[in-house]
């Protein structure tokens, strides 16, 4: 069964280190998410693609956090410099384009700022 | 602004009972999905309602979904100890077919 793949699965860095997560969605699936799940909460959408292009980025900090799909297929998040509330789970989603927009989760990023 | 709320927030319950997680809406929307997801891990697609009316079942769980109301429910029937996750409910919003809104989950524990 096809997954949405992530990479690494856990993460501790510094304060003041870049890090970044990989995402490979489900293959055919042209829109992609990157969600930032603080503990005891529900995911927030930082950034949406379809295919190459962003369509919302609305609630991504852009003063440190980039994302990129530049092929329209996996996509790299990544974080610089990274603060102590960036600790949290980072989840990767993806869905076909009509009908239900249902959206399948990757297994997730846990990252630790120290 | 859409605004999804779930309740109750926590949920401690003995194997056998029947149980109701309820999921209010803000603002108009046909779409509503329910996640599962156990600690540490991501999240499990359950159930995608697309209309007025929708019922879906899986073994002990059922879903609804009533959009004149904007209230789903998450029904639990004789739970039992492995159904204890965090239950999250997401809304589609009317203007942006592609982007859903999720509520603050529902931690379930069900105590054998």
């Known amino acids: 069964e096809a997954e949405v793949a992530q990479s690494p699965r856990y993460k501790i860095t510094e304060k003041s280190q870049a890090v970044a997560f990989w995402c490979d969605p489900i293959?055919?699936?042209?829109?992609l998410y990157w969600y930032r799940q603080i503990l005891g909460q529900g995911p927030e959408l930082l950034v949406q693609?379809?295919?190459?292009?962003?369509?919302?980025d609305s609630q991504l900090p852009k003063d440190r956090f980039s994302a990129e799909r530049l092929k329209g297929v996996d996509s790299t998040l990544k974080i610089q410099p990274a603060e102590l509330g960036d600790s949290a789970m980072y989840l990767c989603a993806s869905s076909l384009t009509g009908h239900s927009y249902e959206q399948y989760f990757g297994p997730g990023t846990r990252l630790t700022v120290t | 602004e859409l605004k999804v709320e779930q309740n109750p927030l926590f949920l401690s319950m003995q194997e056998g009972k029947n149980y109701t997680i309820y999921c209010n809406y803000s603002t108009t929307s046909d779409r509503l999905y329910w996640y599962r997801q156990d600690p540490g891990k991501s999240l499990e697609s359950l159930f995608v309602l697309l209309s007025n009316g929708a019922v879906k079942q899986e073994g002990r769980l059922m879903a609804s979904l009533d959009t004149k109301a904007r209230l789903s429910t998450l029904h639990i029937t004789a739970a039992v100890h492995d159904l204890s996750a965090t239950y999250f409910c997401?809304?589609?919003?009317?203007?942006?077919?592609?982007?859903?809104?999720f509520g603050k989950g529902t931690r379930l524990h069900i105590l054998p």
């Open positions: 997401a809304v589609g919003m009317s203007n942006r077919d592609d982007k859903i809104i």
């Open positions: 293959s055919g699936h042209a829109t």
């Open positions: 693609f379809q295919d190459e292009s962003v369509v919302d």
